[in-house]
């Protein structure tokens, strides 16, 4: 080959070679979401504080992300329809929106996993004085469950079913969290239900100053929730967390996830749970019930439901098997 050749050849090559450089850190480039929105809960609430923790973790790593408003159910319909592209939920609600349930106007699938959190745990507390031992005693009692729509009443009435109960055997009423406690301490009501998290400071207040016995959810009723709504999880009630709670107590759980829409590029989901999980130790350190957080937590979520992103990078890692 003669010198002229062999010096095109050469420039044929090393412009390859660019090009190659430049079209690997286009590729590396586009896995990085550009900005991120969270949805949380209302100001001020935990699940706020948690997401702008979470968004000074993402912009540290060189994406603008912000916190806004939001609540477990809608913000899974806002994740689903593209307003933004982060939303904290809690596992049963994908369930719930995937079936169209009430709240929902119609099915929501696009929404898949991309980080699991800590778990609430279902708290049915009954007035110990009432002679309320199991789900099957409620009938014809006074209770009070929260409003129609909530994670706390779907999950009650579920809960219900797996006992051959209907929401119609109870003498039902619905309220806020302060409604039910309020409504317990004035003995207005037997019972009543919260998905919350574990333990709870309200749930120790009410129990220093109402009599209280918490129900336990058989295996049997557990095995029959499960296979109907299947992102629930399994959980026990320590004993002596509240006053008068003397032995442990078998209940369900709802695990606290982050959700992005199905449709969301494979490579920002991946990066997403890299990145936290890549600064877990910070993540642990933005709520007091991350404290035991472990990368098999953000991996292993009730139901599965994990986007591709997500979960190719958690195999990667051994996160999951």
């Known amino acids: 080959m003669d010198r002229n050749r062999l010096l095109a050849t050469c420039r044929i090559a090393a412009l ?15 896995d990085k979401p550009r900005s991120l929105t969270i949805f949380t809960s209302v100001s001020g609430s935990s699940w706020y504080g948690i997401g702008a923790g979470m968004a000074e973790i993402f912009a540290k790593n060189g994406v603008p992300a912000n916190p806004e408003l939001g609540a477990g159910l809608s913000n899974v319909a806002n994740v689903g329809y593209h307003k933004g592209e982060l939303g904290f939920t809690v596992a049963p609600a994908l369930t719930v929106a995937a079936r169209g349930q009430a709240p929902f106007p119609e099915p929501i699938r696009n929404v898949q996993v ?3 959190l800590s778990s609430s745990l279902m708290h049915v507390f009954v007035n110990r004085d009432a002679g309320i031992a199991s789900f099957g005693d409620l009938a014809g009692r006074p209770f009070m469950t929260q409003r129609p729509g909530t994670i706390s009443a779907i999950v009650f009435a579920e809960a219900l079913k797996a006992a051959g109960l209907d929401e119609s055997d109870l003498k039902l009423s619905a309220g806020d969290l302060n409604e039910q406690t309020d409504a317990m ?15 709870s400071s309200w749930g120790n207040e009410l129990a220093n100053t109402v009599p209280l016995t918490l129900l336990p959810v058989t295996d049997e009723a ?3 929730l499960k ?4 992102t629930l999880g399994r959980a026990v009630i320590r004993a002596g967390v509240y006053a008068g709670q003397d032995v442990d107590v078998p209940t369900v759980s709802a695990q606290m996830v982050v959700v992005a829409a199905a449709d969301m590029a494979e490579g920002e ?11 877990l130790d910070t993540l642990k350190t933005v709520h007091g019930s991350f404290h035991d957080l472990t990368v098999q937590d953000l991996a292993n979520v009730a139901g599965g439901h994990l986007h ?11 996160a999951l098997k």
């Open 222 to 224: 557990y095995a029959t």
């Open 227 to 230: 296979s109907d709504m299947p």
């Open 185 to 199: 301490k004035d003995r207005r009501v037997e019972g009543m239900i919260s998905v919350a998290s574990y333990p």
């Open 308 to 318: 591709p992103g997500a979960e190719k990078y958690y195999r990667e890692i051994g």
């Open 16 to 30: 390859a070679v660019t090009a190659c450089f430049a079209m690997t850190a286009v590729l590396h480039a586009e």
């Open 114 to 116: 991309v980080a699991g």
């Open 269 to 279: 989901a991946y990066w997403i749970a890299r990145t936290l999980t890549e600064n």
